[in-house]
């Protein structure tokens, strides 16, 4: 089968076309990225890379996937680059332990000290890939790294001609931050376990390594909880807009958790509360202070809703369904949600968060909630999400001094619903616009007047989805965007550009018109077609 014929049938659609005329020029000049060139345009950018210049590996139907003799771990990282090698090149690409240094090998010794719990060294010679690193997590960056040097081809479902040309040289790389994420509404607008899963593929290429999927708001609740059914039945029956919503099975959620934890993932489950609770307080009478339930909402107004601070069934509530989250989640973080509690008072905001910090203990998380949360002085290991526009958050600063470390979503720079510019379709503004420049030019260390830069955990790329409904319009808000503040959470300053940013990004298209992400052109960024 001809490779357009693959892409045909998948349906690749724009990236049918691109492919086309990829291959027509490619055999007249080089068009798209030469084997040299891919090692620059590793996003997002590595610590440090050295070319060997005039040196390349050629990937072959006789080249098989070495991993760490006697680790499970790395296997897996194998079988998973296995995964991503397979359809295009045609190849067997056998995963066998072995140390050999040739052929692709994924080994736990040897690093370089410096690449620490999550980074990696990638050496590419005549003799093959090797990528050595401490822990799996390490390889798992390093074959993302090491897909990016392929051909953009090489992600395609479909088999295609190759060749497979990886470049000479040495990456030595490791993360910024612990904390890279990204953050999925799928309460505003359902989300099926395929379609998280594409995005937790796509978020994986560029080393994140946090969903936070925010599963309650107002407008639904996305995760079933037995002690309390009723929250999916009714509470999960709708979303804005009044379509019919849904929601995850404790089987299904428990699927996409392993899911992304194969991808060195690890998700952080939402449960947004006092406010955004008008799901759960339509589900259950017994929640709300009069005792009765409001309407199912599909508008997209926020700060309405609270759940009844004063009436002992909340917290029997809280306990349970934190009870539950925390039995489905292997992960260390519970987000408890905490923002806009417009309809909750200041001292009830407080007691409500003195007596849930305790429970999220008692099932033996560390709580996470929207920066508000700090107002009610919650431990230094809680982890507070700044979301705010300002970069005056003396709060933030305050918190830091007690000891907390920040997780920092600004919605000005890091919100991927705002809209690029005013004609932007999708997304809201209440930010302001937010074009590619904009959510890469900050500097996470330095944002928050008077916050020290060790006080910075990591960066977030908050999803929020009022107006998208499936992934071509996620992909649209998050594609340039995702990988740019990906970049701001894993590289070091020092190899913060913009121009060269912008072009590294415009290689990376490449690839998303094989992979079919439906990606915005921003006209800030210098596409190559
Ligand atoms: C604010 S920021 C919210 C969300 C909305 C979002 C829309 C924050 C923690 N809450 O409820 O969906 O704005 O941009």
Same mark, same amino acid.
């Given at each position: 089968?001809?490779?357009?014929q ?7 659609g ?5 492919l086309?005329f990829? &291959?027509a020029?490619?055999t ?8 040299e060139?891919?090692l620059?345009?590793i ?6 890379v050295t ?18 003799p006697?680790s ?6 194998g079988?998973?680059l296995a ?8 190849y067997?690409?056998p ?5 050999s ?13 410096a690449?620490g ?8 010679t ?9 822990t ?5 960056a ?9 051909p ?23 993360p ?7 953050m ?9 376990v395929?379609?998280?899963?594409r995005y ?9 390594n946090?969903?936070?999927l925010?599963?309650?708001d107002?407008?639904g ?13 009714h &509470?999960g ?5 009044g379509g ?23 998700v952080?489950p ?25 309407p199912?909402y ?13 009436k ?15 039995a489905?989640?292997?992960?260390e973080?519970l ?26 203990e ?10 508000e ?7 230094a290991?809680?982890v507070?999400?700044?979301w705010?526009?300002?970069?005056v ?6 918190a830091?001094?007690?000891?907390s470390?920040?997780?920092l ?12 510019d005013a004609?932007t ?5 209440w ?16 944002y928050?007047? &008077? ?18 409904t499936?992934?071509a319009?996620?992909?649209f ?14 590289s ?14 415009a290689a ?9 992400v439906n990606?915005?052109?921003?006209p800030?960024?210098?596409?190559r077609?």
């Amino acid at each position: 089968m001809l490779p357009q014929q693959g892409a045909r049938r998948r349906g690749l659609g724009r990236a049918l076309t691109a492919l086309v005329f990829a &291959g027509a020029v490619a055999t007249a000049a080089p068009a798209h990225a030469t084997p040299e060139t891919s090692l620059q345009h590793i996003v997002p950018a590595p610590v440090a890379v050295t070319p060997r210049p005039g040196v390349s590996f050629t990937l072959g139907a006789d080249t098989k996937i070495h991993t760490q003799p006697g680790s499970v771990e790395a296997r897996q990282v194998g079988e998973y680059l296995a995964g991503v090698l397979r359809p295009s090149t045609g190849y067997r690409l056998p995963v066998v332990p072995g140390a050999s240094g040739r052929h692709i090998s994924l080994l736990l010794v040897g690093a370089d000290p410096a690449v620490g719990a999550e980074g990696y060294q990638l050496d590419v010679t005549g003799r093959g890939a090797v990528i050595r690193a401490r822990t799996a997590a390490g390889l798992f960056a390093g074959v993302q790294t090491f897909r990016q040097l392929l051909p953009a081809e090489v992600e395609a479902k479909t088999r295609q001609r190759g060749p497979w040309v990886v470049p000479g040289g040495r990456v030595l790389d490791y993360p910024r931050y612990a904390h890279r994420g990204a953050m999925l509404d799928v309460a505003r607008h359902f989300f099926s376990v395929d379609e998280v899963k594409r995005y937790i593929d796509q978020i994986a290429l560029y080393k994140v390594n946090r969903l936070h999927l925010h599963l309650t708001d107002d407008q639904g609740w996305r995760l079933e909880i037995k002690s309390w059914p009723n929250l999916t039945a009714h &509470g999960g029956s709708t979303e804005v807009g009044g379509g019919p919503g849904g929601y995850y099975t404790q089987e299904q959620y428990r699927d996409l958790v392993a899911y992304a934890a194969a991808r060195h993932i690890t998700v952080i489950p939402e449960i947004d509360m006092p406010g955004h609770t008008n799901a759960a307080l339509s589900s259950y009478p017994e929640l709300n202070c009069d005792g009765v339930a409001p309407p199912l909402y599909t508008g997209i107004d926020v700060g309405f809703s609270s759940l009844c601070i004063a009436k002992d069934i909340t917290y029997e509530f809280v306990d349970d369904v934190l009870r539950e989250v925390a039995a489905l989640t292997p992960g260390e973080y519970l987000h408890i949600g905490g923002d806009e509690a417009h309809a909750t008072t200041d001292p009830d905001f407080d007691l409500f968060i003195d007596k849930v910090l305790p429970l999220v203990e008692k099932h033996g998380k560390t709580a996470t909630g929207w920066h508000e949360f700090v107002k009610a002085g919650p431990p230094a290991s809680a982890v507070p999400q700044f979301w705010g526009t300002k970069t005056v958050a003396p709060d933030m600063v305050a918190a830091a001094a007690r000891g907390s470390r920040i997780v920092l979503s600004p919605a000005t720079k890091a919100y991927l619903d705002m809209k690029y510019d005013a004609n932007t379709k999708l997304g809201l503004s209440w930010a302001g616009y937010t074009d590619v420049q904009d959510a890469y030019d900050w500097n996470p260390g330095a944002y928050i007047e &008077g916050l020290p830069a060790d006080a910075v955990r990591g960066v977030e790329a908050p999803l929020w989805s009022e107006t998208i409904t499936n992934s071509a319009e996620l992909e649209f808000l998050a594609f340039p965007r995702l990988p740019a503040i990906a970049e701001l959470a894993w590289s070091p300053w020092s190899t913060h550009d913009w121009d060269r940013f912008k072009v590294r990004l415009a290689a990376q298209a490449d690839r998303w018109d094989v992979l079919g992400v439906n990606y915005y052109a921003s006209p800030q960024v210098p596409w190559r077609r």
